[in-house]
Nanobody
Framework: QPRLVESGGGLVQPGGSLRLSCVVSGFGFGYYTIGWFRQAPGKEREGVARISGEGVNSHYADSVKGRFTIYRDNIKNVVYLQMNSLKPEDTAVYYC???????????????WGEGTPVTVSS
């Protein structure tokens, strides 16, 4: 059974950085797109970034482009989301998920972690 577990969230001041990790097990890690999503209080979940199975192609939401970087270690079965220059509007619960298509649409992702909360506040 595919399993994804996020970690690395926490409280950070505006302008600060965090690195989220998504540890994956239960499937051929290198064959699937992995995406990061987030859900802020009172808002719908939105796609943040995704990376292809081999790690060559990535895509970002406009709201995080230039500040966030997604990368993966296919030996350790981990996908990372490096978040720099954090803003209060980045506050959300962050989820990683396994996708079967190279999109940031929720409908294209079947397996999800339980999320890790990120709060950006002074």
């Amino acid at each position: 059974q595919p399993r994804l577990v996020e970690s690395g969230g926490g409280l950070v001041q505006p302008g600060g950085s965090l690195r989220l990790s998504c540890v994956v097990s239960g499937f051929g890690f290198g064959y699937y797109t992995i995406g990061w999503f987030r859900q802020a209080p009172g808002k719908e979940r939105e796609g943040v970034a995704r990376i292809s199975g081999e790690g060559v192609n990535s895509h970002y939401a406009d709201s995080v482009k230039g500040r966030f970087t997604i990368y993966r270690d296919n030996i350790k079965n981990v996908v990372y989301l490096q978040m720099n220059s954090l803003k209060p509007e980045d506050t959300a619960v962050y989820y990683c998920a396994r996708g079967h298509r190279a999109t940031l649409a929720e409908r294209d992702y079947q397996y999800w972690g339980e999320g890790t909360p990120v709060t950006v506040s002074s």
